[in-house]
């Protein structure tokens, strides 16, 4: 088999990629839409049902040898799948595939339900042959396009991926190794990379006020301490390592860990080194307290609010033994370093007072060793890991080893078992997510911990680790039905990284949306460095706006607009480097590099301003992590989780711990002191903060940024812009980004998404105007910046209705086009398509309500759509789609001979039985034996020929004088004597003209007798 090409992507990635329609191999433009959802118009539903007929191909006969040059499907263009994306249930699916004309004999999906995990392989049907292969790149070459129909009818995951054949040669096409959708790659080997499909339930929706939230995440222990009387003290008991209480601006224990200079410039600062850490960089134990708490958040509301934060997500606040409290030991009680149930309380009320709302963080996958669990012997029941009869102990897995090679009381006695540490740490033991004791505490139970907070003010719930596979389908379904019912409008955020974490809970029964560390990703492999945190392009830096809007664009493939409106949109968080420590440049991964070296500092900020305002122009919920507003950096955790630089409790600056030289106690080491005024008596970067403020107020402003549908009418890899735009029925906005150090002007035109003359502000600096000419606009922005562009109020950019009543009649070499008009239309746009649903391409323009395309192919069905166009230039909604076959005119027919047949019932055939047609410019004029479809049919005299069920293809035989002659021989299976009608078509099969012994018509049928078999003698019994 030929290999002449193995991926698509990679063939149009080295192409110069300007416009960014480009990517997705579409050439028709998308107009305004009627959904936010809809980034491509879907076609008629009737129409789905019409008959897919396989047409004859250019050049007979296979060579067993697949081109590979030729193989294509494009998740993302309704040329190729339609509806786009995630389905409701019930819905029907059209995918389609193309491969060069006559290349190959047939292809085959292969589906995979999760619902039923089950995989069925399904042939697909030619639907278009030796047509234009509609793709840049293969403009010389004709293609064909095979489809296949499928309407998933529960909730799930539908993964499909293609096999090809030509002969004996067989390849295969699936998604790349990038996960991300769109065009896939050719091998010679099966390789499981399936397209996924999530289907979900019809009700599920966007939760609206997180829809429109900005999210700010605080690390409860280092974001501020509002009441020294909790804070903690060194040596209080927590495991078998105590606690250490540090002054508030000391580096976290381990910061170091991960630096290039770690083994020379990270000692352990604290006694006593563990055993284990000796010769080891100081590492991170989970037992280092700043003192932050429940009350310092309740003190900075105002600084939250007016940095424009809609939304507090807090790590968790629960009882727990170590400073990021994941190991949970009480769910019903407040963490006594972080304050008591009454902190919580006035938190709630002054949140609610400024219209703020808090998400709680939930570990339902492990707790604490102690407590239940009590390894250490300082809990007052006996716990689980005490003994083998303690109430907890089916709430945990033990394994039995050799007696004193446990940790835990085993069935040969003490230290007689081992147990299930989630990830291996010892810290935090499993539960047993099955154990209806353990449910009950979670959802079942009359206090149970899911309803109880919701209950006491918190809005929602962010769930650690929701993908494991510890946890049965059913627990988060039943948790859902309990947070559902307390607070219906209460999100449930699943800790959910990559692609396939997240399908499987997000069909309407389980999480509502998930952290999106996906757009994580993207930001960073545009930005900075992407950084290893298991996604496929781990390491890769300083990618091509086309790779940032194809990541983008597969997050909004894969997700329901309920998960994609309300994705937690993240740069950083307590589980990652943070965003300004990865986008500051340096040789080397250390502090000097990047956070003393003033210009690498400078670069980093700057680039930190550029994917912020980028964050702000998404759709879903731009979060920031506690103190990156302020330039707070770090690497990984626990680097991550420096205090917070309030001026009253910190005197150094934002980065910088207090550093004496000479012994003098003297803060000769600390920044120059910032000249904007500080925020709220927040240290650090003021001017960054300012810029973030200012980033989020411009996104406040309009809700098309949390609201629209996202495209990228504009990318240019070689000069590293782009453009992203946010449309909704009523706006529009933008975000236009010059990753380069050089100025760029970016010239582009959205057709047929804005009004011709639209206006647009940069929102970011009111004086900038910018007007569209014919829709084309025209931005010059200098080196790493960008804009915000918004459209002042009072223009119109409502779009017409789509044109009803759209009809297509056929003629001889043409199709007749009308609909209804449009109030406000002063033109119409058409768009014309070989296949169903999808895959339009511009047609023409009119003023009319009424069009003949003319100049196309008799046989061959064509599908059209119209969309109306106002005054301003704003194109609407499709019209439903219409199809139609032109077709030659048949001017007469007839069965030839014989007149009359007469045969016996049995497994003989009848005598050849012929017919004529002649169509005039075709029969007469040499054109294909396959533009006429003839079938011969019979039934009971008198009948209608048309309710016949008999009907049987005749094939080719010869030409005679002006006419096509075929033939067929029939094999009755009752006796009697019938009327015999042949039938003929040149439009496949939609229309029919019948045609008896004489000519057109039914009035003189041709005689079919059928007699009984001469052999009446039943068979002879069997021994």
Wanted: charged share 15%.
């Amino acid at each position: 088999m030929s290999n002449r090409t193995v991926s698509n992507r990679a063939r149009r990635l080295a192409l110069s990629i300007v416009l960014g329609l480009s990517v997705f191999g579409s050439l028709a433009p998308l107009g305004t839409i009627a959904s936010p959802r809809a980034s491509e118009p879907e076609g008629n539903a009737a129409l789905s049902q019409l008959p897919l007929v396989s047409l004859a191909p250019a050049v007979p006969g296979p060579d067993n040898n697949v081109e590979y040059n030729g193989l294509g499907h494009n998740s993302q263009s309704s040329l190729y799948r339609t509806p786009f994306g995630a389905i409701t249930i019930g819905t029907t699916v059209t995918v389609r595939f193309r491969t060069f004309a006559n290349d190959v004999t047939g292809v085959t999906a292969r589906l995979y339900s999760t619902a039923s995990a089950s995989e069925s392989l399904v042939p697909m049907s030619r639907v278009a042959s030796n047509e234009v292969c509609q793709d840049a790149i293969l403009l010389a070459d004709r293609c064909d396009f095979w489809q296949l129909q499928f309407t998933p009818a529960q909730r799930g995951v539908v993964y499909y991926r293609f096999i090809i054949q030509d002969g004996s040669a067989t390849a295969y096409y699936a998604d790349d190794g990038s996960f991300d959708g769109g065009w896939g790659t050719a091998t010679g080997a099966m390789i499981d990379r399936s397209y996924p499909i999530v289907v979900y339930e019809p009700d599920f929706a966007p939760i609206a006020w997180l829809q429109k939230g900005v999210m700010y995440q605080i690390f409860p222990d280092r974001f501020r301490n509002g009441d020294l009387l909790n804070d903690p003290l060194s040596g209080q008991p927590r495991y078998d390592d105590p606690v250490l209480k540090l002054p508030w601006t000391t580096l976290p224990e381990g910061y170091c860990r991960y630096f290039s200079d770690a083994a020379s410039s990270c000692p352990w600062r604290f006694s006593p080194v563990p055993v284990w850490g000796v010769g080891q960089p100081e590492t991170p134990r989970g037992r280092d307290y700043m003192g932050g708490d429940l009350k310092g958040v309740k003190d900075k509301l105002g600084y939250l609010q007016d940095l424009g934060v809609t939304v507090i997500y807090f790590n968790p606040i629960f009882d727990a033994g170590s400073n990021h409290s994941y190991d949970t030991q009480n769910y019903l009680a407040i963490d006594p370093y972080f304050g008591t149930k009454a902190d919580w309380d006035a938190l709630v009320m002054a949140a609610e007072a400024r219209g703020m709302k808090i998400i709680l963080d939930w570990v339902f996958n492990h707790v604490s060793s102690h407590n239940a669990f009590d390894r250490y012997g300082q809990y007052s029941e006996i716990g689980a890991c005490e003994s083998i009869t303690s109430t907890y102990r089916a709430w945990f897995s033990f394994s039995n080893v050799a007696l004193g090679a446990g940790t835990c009381a085993g069935a040969a006695g003490p230290l007689s078992a081992t147990y299930d540490g989630w990830f291996g740490f010892d810290s935090i033991p499993v539960l047993n997510k099955n154990n209806a004791q353990v449910r009950e505490l979670v959802y079942t139970g009359t206090t149970n911990a899911a309803a109880y907070w919701l209950d006491e003010g918190a809005a929602g719930w962010r769930l650690d680790v929701m993908g494991d596979g510890s946890f049965p389908t059913d627990f988060w379904q039943g948790f859902r039905q309990t947070v559902k019912a307390a607070k219906p409008d209460a999100p449930i955020i699943g800790e959910l990284w990559k692609r396939d974490e997240m399908l499987p809970k997000i069909h309407g029964d389980q999480a509502d949306t998930g952290m999106n560390y996906r757009f994580r990703n993207a930001i960073l492999g545009f930005f900075g460095k992407v950084d290893g945190k298991g996604f496929p392009d781990d390491g890769q830096s300083n990618q091509a706006p086309s790779v940032f809007a194809r990541k983008l664009n597969a997050v909004r493939e894969d997700y329901p607009d309920a998960v994609y409106y309300t994705l937690m949109n993240l740069m950083g968080s307590h589980d990652t480097m943070r965003i300004l420590w990865n986008l500051t440049p340096g040789a080397a991964n250390t502090r000097a590099e990047k956070e003393f070296n003033a210009a690498n500092l400078a670069a980093g900020k700057q680039l930190l301003r550029l994917a912020t305002l980028t964050q702000m122009g998404i759709p879903g919920v731009p979060t920031i992590y506690y103190g990156d507003e302020i330039g707070l950096t770090g690497e990984d955790d626990p680097d991550d989780r420096r205090t917070f630089p309030w001026l009253d409790q910190n005197f150094s600056m934002v980065f910088l711990p207090i550093v004496s030289r000479g012994g003098t106690g003297a803060l000769a080491d600390r920044a120059e002191r910032p000249t904007t005024p500080p925020a709220f008596g927040a240290g650090g970067d003021p001017a960054l903060r300012n810029d973030f403020k200012a980033y989020i107020a411009a996104r406040q402003s309009r809700d098309v940024f949390s609201m629209g549908a996202l495209t990228f009418p504009y990318l240019n890899d070689a000069e590293r812009t782009m453009v992203m735009m946010l449309r909704s029925i009523t706006d529009t906005a933008m975000v236009a980004v010059n990753r380069d150090s050089v100025t760029r002007t970016l010239i582009f035109t959205p057709t047929g998404r804005i009004p011709d003359g639209l206006v647009l502000q940069n929102a970011l600096a009111p004086s900038e105007i910018l007007s569209a000419v014919n829709a084309r606009i025209e931005i010059t922005l200098g080196p790493l910046s960008g804009a915000m562009l918004v459209a002042p109020p009072g223009q119109d950019q409502t779009a017409p209705d789509g044109p009803p009543n759209l009809t297509a009649a056929p003629l001889n070499g043409g199709v007749a086009l009308a609909w209804d008009g449009v109030g406000d239309a002063v033109r119409y746009t058409l768009y014309r398509s070989l296949v169903v649903g999808g895959g339009y391409t511009p047609l023409s323009t009119t003023a009319s309500t009424v069009f003949t395309d003319t100049g196309i192919t008799n046989g061959k069905r064509y599908f059209y759509v119209v969309r109306a166009v106002d005054a301003a230039g704003n194109e609407g909604a499709l019209s439903n789609e219409a199809a139609a076959v032109p077709a030659f005119s048949i001017a007469w027919a007839n069965i030839q001979s014989p007149k009359t047949v007469t045969t016996t019932i049995g497994i003989t055939p009848t005598e050849n039985i012929y017919g004529q047609v002649w169509a005039p410019g075709l029969t007469d004029a040499g054109g294909p034996t396959s533009g006429v479809i003839a079938q011969l049919g019979y039934g009971p005299v008198g009948s209608a020929p048309s309710a016949w069920t008999t009907w049987k293809g005749m094939a080719f035989n010869v030409t005679a004088g002006d006419n096509y002659e075929y033939f067929t021989a029939l094999l009755p299976t009752i006796t009697g004597t019938f009327d015999m009608i042949a039938r003929y078509s040149t439009n496949l099969g939609l229309n029919w003209v019948y045609a008896d012994r004489d000519g057109v018509g039914i009035a003189n049928p041709a005689q079919l007798i059928v007699l009984d078999a001469a052999d009446s003698t039943p068979p002879s019994p069997r021994c």
